[in-house]
Each structure stands twice: as C-alpha cells, then as structure tokens.
C-alpha cells in the first residue's frame, strides 16, 4: 500500500513539476518576447525591425547595423572581415599583434588597395573590427578613398566628401569616441547621384 502511495506521490509531483516547466517557458520563451517586440515596435520601429535599408523599389538591400562586401572601385570600401561579412558568423581573426600573420594580412590588404604609401592608409581600412562587421569607417578612411570613388564614378573629389559628410554620425551618440560614415548609407548616395546625373 505504501509503495503504490509513493509511486502516486512521486507520479503527482513529476506532473506538477512538468506544468511548472511548461508555463515558465511559455511565458519566458514566448509570451516575454512577443511583449518586448511589440514595445519595440511601437516605440522604435526601425530598429526592432532589424534597422533594414531598402532601395526605391522597396526592396532590402541591407541594414546600417550590419556591414557588407563592397569590392567594386566605384564604391567606398569597409573594414576587413575575418568573417567574410557572414552575420551569421560574427567573430574576429583573434590574430596576435606580435605575430607575423597579422602583418602579412595587412600587406595583402594593402596591396589590393594599390596603396603605395602604406603610411597613409587609415588602420581601420587594414584592420578587423572585432565583429567583423562593422558596418563604420572613420571620416580619414572615407577621404582616403574619396578620390578613388570620384575618379570611376566621374565625379568631383568635393562632391564624393560632401556626400560622405552628410553621412556623418556619432552611433553611439555622446559616448562615440569619433564621427563616423556608415558605408553601405553613403555607397547608396553615390548610386543616387549617379542616377541623378549620369
């Protein structure tokens, strides 16, 4: 009698305990975070949505949070990616300063940038961010490739800088260390330009 007694006590508090576990996932798992995306949305659309960016047509074509491959010279280029610009695989190369690996990245980076004076080059056109998806360059590495852009793209090195200074933004507000060009915002000017005066 005593053992069918337990075996019901044990049966009651393992069936108490998987309600327990169920309501708490519920609401941690679901009902949690469909009120924090509905707060989000109506106090900050834009960004509970992913900050998307979206061509004249409507359509996606990146976010401001997120950095993407440019490689094409009519373009401002990013900082390097360990990742390949993956954001599903965020993460830097975790190379060694001292290391002879990092140097040799950064010749190569170098060399493909045609840049015959590597002095002038700014770090963060030859450095990684640690995401590896900043989607940031610093004013300096805009100019640096002002010039570039201007040339392929016909126009005028002013014109290329005052469209880049129009993109100039402090992402983290007042505790930003520097102003700051969001490239796939600024890369998206110069094709509107360019639609604009061909």
């Known amino acids: 009698m005593n053992t ?7 049966f009651l508090h393992l069936m108490t ?39 004249l047509n409507g359509n996606v074509v990146g976010s401001v949070l997120i950095a993407q491959k ?15 610009y993956n954001a599903a695989a965020s ?25 015959d004076h590597p002095s002038l080059i700014p770090a963060d ?8 998806l900043d989607p940031h360059i610093t004013i300096e590495a805009a100019k640096y490739q002002a010039e570039r852009v201007a040339k392929v793209r016909g126009l005028e090195p002013d014109t290329v800088m005052s469209l880049v200074m129009k993109q100039v933004k ?11 060009v969001n490239v796939l915002m600024a890369n998206m000017e110069l094709d509107q330009i360019s639609r604009d005066h061909p």
């Open 4 to 10: 069918i007694n337990h075996s019901n006590t044990v």
């Open 17 to 55: 305990s998987m309600r327990i576990a169920m309501v708490t996932m519920l609401v941690c798992c679901g009902a949690y975070m469909l009120v924090i995306l509905g707060f989000g949305r109506i106090v900050t659309p834009e960004t509970a949505d992913g900050s998307l960016v979206k061509d």
């Open 70 to 84: 440019f490689s094409r010279p009519e373009y401002f280029h990013p900082r390097p990616s360990a990742v390949d």
């Open 91 to 115: 993460g830097g190369s975790n190379l060694s300063p001292a290391g002879s690996k990092l140097a040799e990245r950064a010749a190569s980076v170098i060399d493909t940038m045609g840049g």
């Open 125 to 132: 056109l030859v450095t990684e961010s640690g995401s590896g």
């Open 170 to 180: 402090r992402p983290g507000g007042l505790f930003a260390p520097e102003p700051l």
